[in-house]
């Protein structure tokens, strides 16, 4: 059993914190002049990206759902749409996903026992 001394610890999470920071900074220092323009290539990449990453998400959430024994997939099919439903209708991202995500847990936890 390993154990992590405090040190560590607070290593682990200043390195970590030290990476994300980096990661997060290097986009505007490499286009924080006026007339420094992303090329091609980021442009695209800003566009197709996040749909990508979010159909990535919605294929891994709904990997291991049954359709053939009970809830037969009800609670995620029905909670895929309404989510689909209320970015459609609000376009907004937080509404979308904790408002589907609290109806199904609500759906899970209670209803499909």
Known sequence: MNKYTLFQGLMA??????ITFFTRAVPFVLFSGKNKKPNDTVLYLG???P???MAM???YCLKDT??????Y???EI???ILAIG???WKRNNFISIFGSTVVYMIMVQYIFV
């Open 13 to 18: 999470i200043a390195i970590m914190s030290g």
């Open 47 to 49: 566009k197709v990206l």
């Open 51 to 53: 749909p990508a990453m």
């Open 57 to 59: 998400l919605l294929i």
């Open 66 to 71: 049954s359709l053939i024994s009970y809830p």
């Open 73 to 75: 997939g009800i609670p």
């Open 78 to 80: 029905f909670c895929v």
């Open 86 to 88: 209320l970015h459609v």
